[in-house]
């Protein structure tokens, strides 16, 4: 950056002359502060070539990756690279998004061993994505309103042909980007069938209702102790309204994360309660806006373990919505799926109050062959998931028939 200042018409004083070092001090300063403030903004780093042609067709079908936390799982990330049309030769730009952290995402996405391998042959906990067809893993934190609304952050984001939400705190995804031009980019992207996921955070921003954490975390027994306690923050608020991204593919469904770490399911439990409208007889949850049991408006929830992922894509034929869990090689955890709704309104759901809810289904997916349909929310092959029913009784969640820490 250089500054030159023309002068003419005689010879300045010696006041003049400070007056105008002062001025011009001040106005490199003032450069200077913009300049940091344009600097610090947001973060981007790459990995590969950004700028290199990519051709290949649009998917014509959307794709979605929901993963638990704790390790990633490296078939997750290869599934979405296929979905989005990348192969080799025709490239493709993976970009990542997190309003906090490091690019550490770059190199494991696009090497595909520890000494920055680039061949066909994936060591565990690498993706391999320049093998696969990768030109660019790309990552943008994006720590504010203003970055999620930066022109340069929404280009980058749009050229995207697969996009992970890092892990993280959701509350800052839903207070820096919700409603922004980011959220636009991203809902655009939908529509393209881009391929989007996410983890723990990311992943908990991708229901039609997100446990949005505004006054931190929630535990099980506070969520079935009192449904309404203060870090039962829920977005949209109220729901039924505009949310953040909100893909169609997961309509009326909430997600968690961490399930089997940190004893998740009550809370899940709870977060679905809260989507159920109030009934006649005074049953359901104040400010809920959906119904209990089988119909296609039916509240229901996801949890996720650590160390696995949830492949959700829609098929044009039926059309269904199927999803397929998948974990990585060498896991050491159970790494299960858990599907959950009520076939019954709550019959008590009061602040302060404990949460009593009868008739909870519970669906346990923990191998990788079984295909969950999402649309009609059972399996095809009735011995491979067996649906098993609880009662949420004055806050109390009974044992259940799994090895699952309560």
Request: proline share 6%; aromatic share 8%; charged share 15%.
């Amino acid at each position: 950056m250089g500054t030159s200042t023309a002068y003419s018409g005689g010879s300045l004083t010696t006041t003049a002359h400070t007056l105008l070092r002062l001025i011009v001090g001040f106005m490199l300063l003032a450069a200077c502060n913009i300049a940091l403030a344009a600097k610090t903004l947001y973060t981007y780093s790459v990995l590969g070539n950004a700028a290199a042609p990519v051709s290949i067709s649009a998917p014509t079908q959307p794709s979605f990756v929901l993963m638990g936390g704790g390790p990633d799982v490296d078939e997750a990330f290869r599934w979405m690279i296929q979905r989005a049309g990348i192969t080799p030769g025709h490239g493709g730009r993976f970009v990542v998004i997190r309003a906090t952290g490091t690019d550490a995402y770059n190199p494991y996405i696009y090497y595909s061993d520890a000494a920055s391998g680039t061949s066909s042959t994936f060591a565990d906990g690498w993706v391999g994505g320049a093998a696969l067809g990768l030109t660019s893993v790309e990552t943008l934190v994006i720590p504010s309103v203003a970055a999620a609304n930066d022109a340069f952050v929404n280009s980058v984001v749009g050229k995207a042909h697969a996009v992970w939400i890092a892990g993280g705190d959701q509350s800052d995804y839903i207070k820096y980007w919700k409603g922004t031009a980011l959220d636009a980019t991203l809902r655009g992207l939908m529509a393209k069938n881009v391929p989007l996921g996410g983890t723990s955070a990311g992943l908990a921003v991708l229901g039609w209702a997100d446990f949005a954490a505004l006054n931190g975390s929630v535990t099980t027994k506070q969520a079935l102790d009192n449904p309404y306690n203060r870090y039962m923050t829920l977005d949209p608020s109220p729901l039924g309204g505009a949310g953040f991204i909100m893909p169609p593919a997961l309509n009326n469904t909430i997600m968690d994360s961490h399930l089997d770490s940190r004893d998740r399911l009550g809370r899940l439990l709870g977060f679905v309660a809260r989507m159920i409208k109030p009934n006649a007889t005074g049953g359901g949850c104040s400010g809920g806006v959906l119904a209990s049991g089988t119909g296609s408006n039916g509240a229901r929830g996801i949890g996720v373990d650590v160390e696995t992922a949830l492949l959700v894509q829609v098929n044009a034929h039926a059309p269904t919505i199927s999803a397929r869990r998948v974990t990585n090689l060498s896991t050491t955890t159970e790494s299960a799926v858990y599907f959950v709704r009520p076939r019954a309104d709550p019959s008590l759901c009061a602040a302060k109050t404990p949460l009593t809810m009868p008739n909870i289904e519970v669906q346990k997916l923990g191998d990788s062959d079984t295909v969950f349909d999402l649309s009609a929310w059972f399996t095809t092959d009735w011995s491979q998931l067996t649906p098993h029913y609880l009662d949420i009784t004055n806050g109390t969640l009974p044992a259940l028939p799994w090895a699952y820490p309560l």
